[in-house]
């Protein structure tokens, strides 16, 4: 995770991929606006973003993953039940998701 985060605060694509996360959580039907501008603090939010609707809204949740596109595989492969854990795990696996969509769409315009 910590590399994830070092790699991503280096990046000029930081602007980019907080709009794509935003345009995600609009698609999901997800009535939030990102407020972190700092990676580090984006993941402590998203966990507590997720944990909510995780406990409240599960279909909120369901959707952010399928508008992501964070395979359904990867979140039944951990093997926690403890709600947080699983909520760190999937904020994870949706961050780097959304990373690997503004990296390559940024590679592939500069074709």
Do not use: C
């Not at 590399?3 to 939030?32: C, H, N, T």
């Not at 993941?43 to 909510?52: R, T």
């Not at 409240?56 to 492969?77: C, G, M, W």
């Not at 795990?89 to 990296?103: D, G, N, P, S």
């Amino acid at each position: 995770m910590n590399q994830w985060i070092d790699e991503v605060s280096e990046s000029d694509l930081y602007p980019k991929f907080l709009m794509q996360l935003q345009k995600d959580f609009d698609r999901a039907g997800i009535d939030y606006s990102i407020k972190s501008k700092m990676p580090r603090d984006l993941f402590s939010e998203m966990v507590h973003v997720l944990l909510d609707k995780l406990q409240n809204a599960f279909n909120e949740y369901l959707n952010l993953l399928y508008a992501v596109d964070v395979s359904e595989s990867k979140i039944r492969a951990i093997k926690s039940e403890d709600s947080v854990e699983i909520t760190e795990y999937a904020t994870y696996l949706i961050l780097k998701r959304e990373w690997q969509k503004v990296w390559f769409r940024n590679k592939q315009s500069k074709k």
